[in-house]
C-alpha cells in the first residue's frame, strides 16, 4: 500500500520560508517522478514543481526563483522549499507520486497572511 505523507505547513508571514517534506512508503521511491501541487480556494489544482528520478526539475512560472524542489532517496522523502512567499502562495500543497500509476498525498495547509 502506497501512502504519501505531507508535512512542514503552517502559517507564514510574506517574505517568510517554510520547507514542505512529502514521506513515501510501500513504493521503490527512487523509480518515481515526484511533485508538488497546490489548490488555493476556488481554485483548480495547479503544478508547483516536480522532479524526475534523474533530478531534472521544472517549475510554475509563479515560483521560479523562490521554490526549490528535491528529493533524497535514501530517505524516501521529497522537499519543497518556499522562500519569498506571498500571500498567494496560500493554499493546500499536495505531493504527487507518478510511475505506472499516481498516487496522492491528504495535502498540508499553507498560509501566507501578516
Known amino acids: 500500500q502506497v501512502h504519501l505523507v505531507e508535512s512542514g505547513g503552517g502559517l507564514v508571514q510574506p517574505g517568510g520560508s517554510l520547507r514542505l517534506s512529502c514521506a513515501a512508503s510501500?513504493?521503490?521511491?527512487?523509480?518515481?517522478?515526484m511533485a508538488w501541487y497546490r489548490q488555493a480556494p476556488g481554485k483548480q489544482r495547479e503544478l508547483v514543481a516536480a522532479i524526475t528520478t534523474g533530478g531534472s526539475t521544472n517549475y510554475a512560472d509563479s515560483v521560479k526563483g523562490r521554490f526549490t524542489i528535491s528529493r533524497d532517496n535514501a530517505k524516501n522523502t521529497v522537499y519543497l522549499q518556499m522562500d519569498s512567499l506571498k500571500p498567494e502562495d496560500t493554499a493546500v500543497y499536495y505531493c504527487k507520486a507518478s510511475h505506472l500509476s499516481q498516487y496522492w498525498g491528504q495535502g498540508t495547509q499553507v498560509t501566507v497572511s501578516s
Open positions: 510501500g513504493m521503490y521511491f527512487s523509480t518515481y517522478a
